[in-house]
């Protein structure tokens, strides 16, 4: 059997490896090879067995590496403890910033509430005031057709006014309704990591 062979039945035997394992060996044997050079290759593989054989002692070896590494959970009862400390002492600082960032979204939903509401309060005076310069511009006719007119563009001119402030607040309370949802969403997230 030579080298050639011997790493290539190797090779079928330790395919089942992970990725990482699998290549350190094959490097592993290659080097070996490599190190003894071609006049000693048929004392390299009377020295490692069969295929077989090494394929099995390498899977050993690696199985044996995976069943004793240590887990990455606290085992020990200090380590438990002094996670315990940790969190009393991290308490105080984090249940403050906790009910600070609440009731600092809770003021920016009452702020943008009140804003969308005052901008539609503030149309519909708009359209009250148009509907009463309408109407005092009536009142004029007999006296003056100038200021009949002038009261007719008034009242047009804050109608148009108001109904664009109306539209503008329901675009924007959209808008702000959805981003108020995507702020608590991003909130909630940070809160959940902490």
Same mark, same amino acid.
């Given at each position: 059997m030579t080298r050639i062979e011997y790493l290539a039945e190797?090779? &079928?035997?330790? &395919?089942r490896l992970p990725q990482?394992?699998?290549e350190e060996a094959?490097?592993?044997? +290659?080097?070996?090879?490599e190190e003894a050079g071609p006049e000693n290759e048929e004392t390299v593989i009377a020295e490692l067995g069969t295929p077989k054989e090494a394929a099995s002692d390498v899977i050993s070896t690696v199985l044996g590496k995976? +069943?004793?590494?240590?887990? &990455?959970?606290? &085992?020990?009862?200090?380590t438990i403890i002094g996670m315990i400390v940790l969190s009393i002492f991290a308490a105080p600082?984090?249940?403050?910033?906790l009910i600070f960032l609440i009731l600092l979204m809770l003021a920016i939903v009452a702020l943008v509430l009140s804003a969308i509401i005052a901008a539609y309060l503030l149309g /519909?005076?708009? /359209? +009250?005031l148009a509907a009463m310069t309408l109407f005092e511009s009536f009142t004029l006719l007999t006296s003056s057709l100038s200021a009949v007119a002038m009261g007719i563009?008034?009242?047009?001119?804050l109608f148009g006014g108001s109904i664009l402030v109306w539209m503008v607040t329901t675009? /924007?309370?959209r808008f702000s309704g959805k981003g108020l949802v995507l702020l608590w969403q991003k909130m909630i997230r940070k809160v959940r990591t902490v």
């Open positions: 190797l090779d &079928k035997y330790l &395919k990482v394992d699998y094959m490097d592993y044997f +290659v080097e070996y090879f995976h +069943v004793t590494e240590p887990n &990455k959970t606290p &085992k020990t009862n200090a600082i984090a249940l403050p910033v /519909l005076a708009g /359209l +009250v563009g008034a009242s047009l001119m675009f /924007l309370a």
